[in-house]
């Protein structure tokens, strides 16, 4: 007998670590070389991992969830001979070396060997889907006629996993100011031709939100923090993920030391971010590292957005529509650009005193904003 | 001037054998192939799709390192393929035809050591005429139109087979070969593997044709436009191309329609830009399937033996799988071998630096 770690594979070249979606044999149980052992999730691939040799899976080091760097221990296996394991050579003899697809019945010309070798499972072809589990027996609510059960795909169950951690552990409070867009509307109709023709971005309100959010946490850096059991840990790095939705499930590419760039570098870097999330060829390292979010749901509609903060953040800025409304300026009403902007924060780091000190901080930033400020 | 349009799917057919082989597993028409060959393209078939397997879960255990499988396309490359005689003629692969390869005479270890790493021993053994698999799309198009000219030119009496897959079809380098080869009326077959995808742009976003094959009118050469995952279909009109080559009637192009079933390769996720309802319909229409009914219904095979087959086919793949893992992993300058007969200075400086790294 001798033990076997098995490590999480490296399932692409720029892949530098991956979640643990599903485990598909549990410990105690006798497991084949190549059987599916664990459904991995990168940000590239999705894979079914098959056992790296025959044995008994004896200890999960990483469970579903668990987010492990390439090369990291994630299971124990106890392999009966300690010879060949490197090899596999050892272990030829156990391993089913085909199987017959069902239905097919050797007759007597197929060697007694040849049968033998077919059992017991019918090989994977490696291609397929993994069988969905089937609902269990404590589903929620009892099914009604025409249901469809749609099982979660690794990215919606990532998603589901995060904003249930959030939730349950991050007690939210929210924010909410109102922002004046005038001047940005007014720089963003000036700039956006020789933006497009110089750095071929395009200038958007979501670019100057950034700039913004990050002058801001500059002046909060409370703000831009991790909340970490016994401590909060403050980060010098301002880090701005950007939420991007797409039909699976929302990415959040992130813009790093956003604080240190212009107006018209992060157009260039929000062009680059999603449209390479919507080609859904964002890699690792595009995806890691935010220490603060910005959300823009105003872009279809929404005026308001309670969004929930990304676990290991304090908070999460959102622009809601940028929509003419009369206000009263000076005494008088008149049609401005306005826009709702909105902070769930985690009121364990700061207080509502921080908060509004960092929205209002947005907000001045952007009503500064004229026709006449530089945007590169 | 009044502009005469081509109809989008017009293709100079000169398939002159009406062969098929229906999704039901009944042929129709004149069956093209002998049982032998039957028999042989159902093996490689079935290998190919024990072969995808295998790797792909290599590849999981980083035991191999990329890996693009062929299912769903084993009709087409194994029917053109079989229309060469390997001592003859010359083919060149892409980068997902592994049957052919193997069929062309490329042993199986060397397959596997290329695929795992051992590339001491991946070459192509003396005397075996293959190409080896061309990862840049359709840079393989220029060397299979060079080749086929060099034929002509020696007076050798050879064909050249070479694949590109649709998304090679709008390189330059797919042009400039096919003129080329038009023009100077060489033995070349050109298989293109219409898979409907190239990693994840549809045929849809590839041309505003609806065929491949009208390509051939603008170079003077016949194009034809196969079901390919019929393998009857496929053979026949590979055979009659590579005839004609032989018989110095010049290149043909053949356009195989199938189906990627599988990922791009092991580094893609296609869920992201397709349906799976898609893929499950081209996967009620297996070639594998089709040629398994035939056998079959013909009685080239009983069901035990078949199932024996397929036992066979998957503990050779394993053996060969664990005696290439006992092969010695090369050294560090093995990236400078095989490029140059004399190292220039430079170049000979870098394998220097890089032996004196590994060592370290
Ligand atoms: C010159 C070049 N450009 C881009 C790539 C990246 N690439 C690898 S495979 C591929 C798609 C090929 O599609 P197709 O020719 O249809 O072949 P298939 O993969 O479908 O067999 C691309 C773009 C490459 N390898 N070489
Ligand atoms: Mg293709």
Redesign the pocket.
Same mark, same amino acid.
């Given at each position: 007998m001798s033990r076997y770690t098995v490590t999480m594979p490296q399932l692409g070249e720029s892949v530098t670590e991956g979640t643990i979606s599903r485990w598909l044999v549990s410990a105690g149980d006798r497991v084949a070389e190549f059987d599916a052992m664990v459904e991995i999730n990168t940000d590239k691939v999705d894979a079914e991992v098959p056992a790296p040799v025959t044995g008994v899976l004896t200890e999960i080091l990483a469970p579903e969830g668990a987010v492990v760097p390439v090369g990291a221990d994630i299971a124990v296996m106890e392999v009966e001979s300690s010879a060949g394991v490197e090899t596999g050579s050892a272990v030829a003899v156990e391993e089913p070396v085909a199987a017959m697809p069902q239905g097919d019945v050797p007759d007597q010309r197929a060697t007694p060997e040849a049968v033998a070798a077919t059992a017991p499972t019918p090989a994977s072809t490696g291609l397929e889907r993994p069988t969905p589990p089937a609902p269990t027996a404590s589903s929620p609510r009892p099914s009604l006629d025409g249901d469809e059960v749609v099982l979660l795909t690794p990215s919606r169950r990532l998603i589901a996993e995060r904003m249930a951690v959030s939730k349950a552990t991050i007690p939210h409070a929210w924010q909410v100011q109102e922002v004046d867009m005038s001047g940005v509307a007014a720089s963003l109709a000036a700039h956006r031709g020789s933006v497009r023709r110089q750095h071929g971005a395009s200038l958007s309100f979501l670019a100057y939100m950034v700039a913004a959010a990050a002058q801001a946490l500059r002046k909060s850096p409370e703000v831009n923090a991790t909340f970490a059991d016994d401590r909060i840990i403050v980060h010098r790095a301002i880090n701005i993920g950007i939420a991007v939705g797409l039909p699976e499930g929302v990415v959040v590419p992130v813009i790093k030391h956003a604080d240190q760039l212009s107006v018209a570098e992060l157009a260039v870097a929000l062009s680059d971010l999603t449209t390479r999330a919507r080609a859904r060829q964002l890699v690792a390292s595009d995806v890691s590292g935010g220490t603060f979010t910005v959300n823009n749901s105003g872009a279809l509609g929404t005026l308001l957005s309670y969004s929930v903060i990304a676990p290991g953040q304090s908070a999460v800025v959102t622009m809601g529509s940028v929509v003419d409304r009369p206000v009263a300026v000076d005494g008088k009403a008149e049609i401005r650009p306005m826009m709702y902007l909105s902070l769930s924060l985690d009121h364990r780091v700061m207080d509502g005193l921080q908060a509004s000190a960092f929205l209002g901080a947005c907000r001045e930033w952007l009503e500064g904003v004229t026709a006449m400020s530089p945007v590169s | 001037m009044t502009q005469q349009p081509i109809e989008a799917g017009a293709v100079d057919s000169t398939v002159t054998r009406d062969a098929r082989l229906g999704a039901d597993g009944v042929a129709s028409g004149d069956a093209p192939m002998s049982r032998e060959q039957v028999l042989e393209a159902y093996r490689l078939m079935l290998q190919s799709q024990a072969i995808d397997d295998l790797a792909i879960k290599l590849q999981r255990l980083k035991r191999v390192g990329l890996y693009?499988p062929v299912q769903g396309?084993e009709a087409a490359v194994v029917g053109s393929a079989l229309a060469l005689d390997p001592r003859r003629d010359w083919l060149v692969p892409?980068?997902?035809e592994q049957p052919a390869m193997i069929r062309h005479g490329l042993p199986l270890v060397n397959f596997f050591a290329g695929y795992m790493g051992r590339l001491d021993s991946a070459g192509i053994p003396e005397g075996v005429k293959l190409l080896p698999r061309q990862?840049?799309?359709?840079?393989q198009l220029p060397h299979a139109a060079g080749l086929a000219w060099a034929m002509k030119l020696r007076k050798e009496r050879a064909a050249v087979m070479v694949y590109? =897959?649709? =998304?090679?079809?709008s390189?330059g380098d797919f042009h400039e070969s096919l003129n080329l080869a038009g023009v100077m009326h060489v033995p070349l077959v050109v298989v293109v593997?219409?898979?409907q995808?190239?990693?994840s742009?549809p045929f849809h976003k590839?041309t505003a044709a609806q065929s491949l094959a009208s390509r051939a009118i603008g170079y003077g050469m016949p194009g034809i436009a196969v079901d390919g995952n019929d393998l009857f279909a496929v053979y026949a009109a590979s055979d009659d191309a590579v005839r004609r080559a032989l018989d110095g009637g010049g290149p043909t192009l053949i356009e195989c329609r199938t189906y990627?079933v599988g990922f791009?390769?092991t580094s893609d996720n296609p869920n992201d830009y397709r349906e799976q309802e898609e893929v499950s319909a081209a996967l009620a229409d297996d070639p594998t399937t089709r040629v398994e009914r035939y056998v079959l219904a013909q009685g080239l095979l009983s069901p035990g033996a078949m199932a024996q087959l397929k036992v066979e086919i998957r503990a050779e793949l394993d053996a060969v799988q664990r005696s290439v893992a006992d092969l010695p992993r090369p050294e560090a300058d093995f990236i400078f071998q095989n490029v140059y007969d004399v190292l220039p200075a430079r170049t000979e400086q870098q394998r220097a630096e890089t032996v004196k790294e590994d060592r370290r």
């Amino acid at each position: 007998m001798s033990r076997y770690t098995v490590t999480m594979p490296q399932l692409g070249e720029s892949v530098t670590e991956g979640t643990i979606s599903r485990w598909l044999v549990s410990a105690g149980d006798r497991v084949a070389e190549f059987d599916a052992m664990v459904e991995i999730n990168t940000d590239k691939v999705d894979a079914e991992v098959p056992a790296p040799v025959t044995g008994v899976l004896t200890e999960i080091l990483a469970p579903e969830g668990a987010v492990v760097p390439v090369g990291a221990d994630i299971a124990v296996m106890e392999v009966e001979s300690s010879a060949g394991v490197e090899t596999g050579s050892a272990v030829a003899v156990e391993e089913p070396v085909a199987a017959m697809p069902q239905g097919d019945v050797p007759d007597q010309r197929a060697t007694p060997e040849a049968v033998a070798a077919t059992a017991p499972t019918p090989a994977s072809t490696g291609l397929e889907r993994p069988t969905p589990p089937a609902p269990t027996a404590s589903s929620p609510r009892p099914s009604l006629d025409g249901d469809e059960v749609v099982l979660l795909t690794p990215s919606r169950r990532l998603i589901a996993e995060r904003m249930a951690v959030s939730k349950a552990t991050i007690p939210h409070a929210w924010q909410v100011q109102e922002v004046d867009m005038s001047g940005v509307a007014a720089s963003l109709a000036a700039h956006r031709g020789s933006v497009r023709r110089q750095h071929g971005a395009s200038l958007s309100f979501l670019a100057y939100m950034v700039a913004a959010a990050a002058q801001a946490l500059r002046k909060s850096p409370e703000v831009n923090a991790t909340f970490a059991d016994d401590r909060i840990i403050v980060h010098r790095a301002i880090n701005i993920g950007i939420a991007v939705g797409l039909p699976e499930g929302v990415v959040v590419p992130v813009i790093k030391h956003a604080d240190q760039l212009s107006v018209a570098e992060l157009a260039v870097a929000l062009s680059d971010l999603t449209t390479r999330a919507r080609a859904r060829q964002l890699v690792a390292s595009d995806v890691s590292g935010g220490t603060f979010t910005v959300n823009n749901s105003g872009a279809l509609g929404t005026l308001l957005s309670y969004s929930v903060i990304a676990p290991g953040q304090s908070a999460v800025v959102t622009m809601g529509s940028v929509v003419d409304r009369p206000v009263a300026v000076d005494g008088k009403a008149e049609i401005r650009p306005m826009m709702y902007l909105s902070l769930s924060l985690d009121h364990r780091v700061m207080d509502g005193l921080q908060a509004s000190a960092f929205l209002g901080a947005c907000r001045e930033w952007l009503e500064g904003v004229t026709a006449m400020s530089p945007v590169s | 001037m009044t502009q005469q349009p081509i109809e989008a799917g017009a293709v100079d057919s000169t398939v002159t054998r009406d062969a098929r082989l229906g999704a039901d597993g009944v042929a129709s028409g004149d069956a093209p192939m002998s049982r032998e060959q039957v028999l042989e393209a159902y093996r490689l078939m079935l290998q190919s799709q024990a072969i995808d397997d295998l790797a792909i879960k290599l590849q999981r255990l980083k035991r191999v390192g990329l890996y693009a499988p062929v299912q769903g396309q084993e009709a087409a490359v194994v029917g053109s393929a079989l229309a060469l005689d390997p001592r003859r003629d010359w083919l060149v692969p892409a980068s997902r035809e592994q049957p052919a390869m193997i069929r062309h005479g490329l042993p199986l270890v060397n397959f596997f050591a290329g695929y795992m790493g051992r590339l001491d021993s991946a070459g192509i053994p003396e005397g075996v005429k293959l190409l080896p698999r061309q990862q840049a799309i359709a840079a393989q198009l220029p060397h299979a139109a060079g080749l086929a000219w060099a034929m002509k030119l020696r007076k050798e009496r050879a064909a050249v087979m070479v694949y590109c =897959g649709d =998304g090679a079809s709008s390189e330059g380098d797919f042009h400039e070969s096919l003129n080329l080869a038009g023009v100077m009326h060489v033995p070349l077959v050109v298989v293109v593997i219409n898979n409907q995808y190239a990693i994840s742009t549809p045929f849809h976003k590839q041309t505003a044709a609806q065929s491949l094959a009208s390509r051939a009118i603008g170079y003077g050469m016949p194009g034809i436009a196969v079901d390919g995952n019929d393998l009857f279909a496929v053979y026949a009109a590979s055979d009659d191309a590579v005839r004609r080559a032989l018989d110095g009637g010049g290149p043909t192009l053949i356009e195989c329609r199938t189906y990627r079933v599988g990922f791009h390769n092991t580094s893609d996720n296609p869920n992201d830009y397709r349906e799976q309802e898609e893929v499950s319909a081209a996967l009620a229409d297996d070639p594998t399937t089709r040629v398994e009914r035939y056998v079959l219904a013909q009685g080239l095979l009983s069901p035990g033996a078949m199932a024996q087959l397929k036992v066979e086919i998957r503990a050779e793949l394993d053996a060969v799988q664990r005696s290439v893992a006992d092969l010695p992993r090369p050294e560090a300058d093995f990236i400078f071998q095989n490029v140059y007969d004399v190292l220039p200075a430079r170049t000979e400086q870098q394998r220097a630096e890089t032996v004196k790294e590994d060592r370290r």
